[in-house]
């Protein structure tokens, strides 16, 4: 919702898109915030950005923070599809600026 509200929905991320695209009207349906902490490999995380770009739910900005697990069987892999991801969603244009941070654990 406009105003400055935010939303958590505790449910599967397709289900929230789905319930997204049958919002009633345009305000309530575009994101100015996007997050994604799913314990999961990337390309999956990023499978969400890439449906909410396509459905047409992004507002315009909208800041989009997606956390990458790493899931690999190396810290090489995990650099290497992290790269052709980031490369690939500003290619795709579903991501214009991005702008990367490494997180340490918390556990």
């Not at 449910?11 to 929230?16: N, S």
Request: charged share 30%.
């Amino acid at each position: 919702a406009r105003g400055g509200s935010i939303v958590h929905w505790r449910m599967r991320g397709e289900d929230a898109i789905s319930k997204l695209a049958e919002a009633e009207s345009e305000h309530t349906r575009k994101l100015s915030l996007f997050v994604c902490d799913m314990n999961d490999g990337l390309e999956n995380a990023c499978q969400l950005l890439y449906q909410v770009h396509r459905r047409g739910l992004f507002d315009s900005p909208c800041l989009a923070v997606v956390t990458f697990k790493n899931t690999c069987r190396s810290k090489r892999e995990f650099h290497d599809r992290k790269r052709a991801m980031m490369r690939r969603l500003k290619r795709d244009g579903v991501l214009h600026f991005i702008h990367e941070i490494h997180l340490f654990a918390n556990t």
